[in-house]
């Protein structure tokens, strides 16, 4: 099994940054590919970013040229960095980890509001 806990989100006035961190534990090595989802209220969770084990990226539009995604393999943590933070950026943001056998794992999520 793989445990997921996500830290960093927080309040920001809208154009500053974030730096969201997701730590992983159990059967690390386990993990293939890993991302960012998130959900604001009544709404459906989406997408946001995706990286490979070997550190290929995906991004969302509403997001590219915004967030970075990157992985730490040897601190067993996937981080989302967001710049130029909007008010629509405001959502609970979820880590996701897929293993080798397809089983799917989720964190707990981190509230993000960009507000003024």
């Known amino acids: 099994q793989v445990q997921l806990v996500e830290s960093g989100g927080g309040l920001v006035q809208p154009g500053g940054s974030l730096r969201l961190s997701c730590a992983a534990s159990?059967?690390?090595?386990?993990?293939?590919?890993m991302g960012w989802y998130r959900q604001a209220p009544g709404k459906q969770r989406e997408l946001v970013a995706t990286i490979t084990r070997g550190g290929s990226a995906n991004y969302a539009d509403s997001v590219k040229g915004r967030f970075t995604i990157s992985r730490d393999n040897a601190k067993n943590t996937v981080y989302l960095q967001m710049s130029s933070l909007k008010p629509e950026d405001t959502a609970v943001y979820y880590c996701r980890a897929v293993d080798y056998s397809y089983s799917a794992y989720w964190g707990q999520g981190t509230q993000v509001t960009v507000s003024s």
């Open positions: 159990g059967s690390i090595f386990s993990i293939n590919a």
